[in-house]
């Protein structure tokens, strides 16, 4: 049976916020944080959560914390990386990724990913939904690695790639579509105003 791991994305420098770690801002009953971890739980039996800086100041969310091993905020695949490392030292075969900041992801997006990886035979697979302009918006950081890719990944990033498409095109991704429901269910929080909506979205649909 194929082992699996959740690892949540909170590396990144949050500048259109300000600066600082946006997940521990207030949402609802907990934080954006928290409520990320609460709609991924269900979905696998562990979790691991990539930031940078201190860890301690995650310390109340209970989760092992690992930080990026590529210097220089090198964007989401360092968290993956640095996601993947800690899954092969504890036997894991497979990772999903998902961003710190978008609360609202669907509640089957591990197993839809994990079928659609297996399904169309590639080692990685990543949420993609419809687009009015473009035909399909893709949803990089929420994703399935094969943990076996994390030399390849190491030595891209070494390299200097930076962005998430140009790997994953190249080793074969499933791309996953999830529908859009009565709102964005990727819809993520960059800004002060996008709290805001998220606040509305928890009250009006009971997130």
Known sequence: ???????????????????????????GDTTLLGQVIRRLRPQVPQMVLNANGDPARFADYGLPVVADSIEGFAG????????????????????????????????DLVPRLVDGAAAQN???????????????????????????LRDDLRAAL?????????????????????PLISFDPFFNVNTPEDITTATQLLEEYGL
């Not at 959740?6 to 916020?17: C, Y």
């Not at 968290?79 to 609360?103: H, N």
């Not at 949420?127 to 076996?148: K, S």
């Open 1 to 27: 049976m194929t082992e699996l791991a959740g690892v949540i994305l909170a590396g990144g420098q949050s500048r259109r916020m300000g600066g600082g770690d946006k997940g521990l801002l207030p949402l």
């Open 158 to 178: 070494n390299d200097g790639l930076r962005k998430v498409i140009l790997w994953t095109g190249a080793k074969g991704c499933a791309q996953v579509k999830f």
């Open 76 to 107: 989401p695949l360092a968290g993956v990386l640095a996601g993947m490392d800690w899954a092969a030292q504890k036997g894991i075969d497979k990772i999903i990724t998902v961003a710190a900041d978008t609360p609202f992801f669907p509640d």
């Open 122 to 148: 590639t080692p990685l697979a990543m949420a993609v939904t419809p687009d009015p302009e473009r035909g399909q918006a893709r949803h990089p950081t929420f994703g399935l690695w094969d943990v076996a």
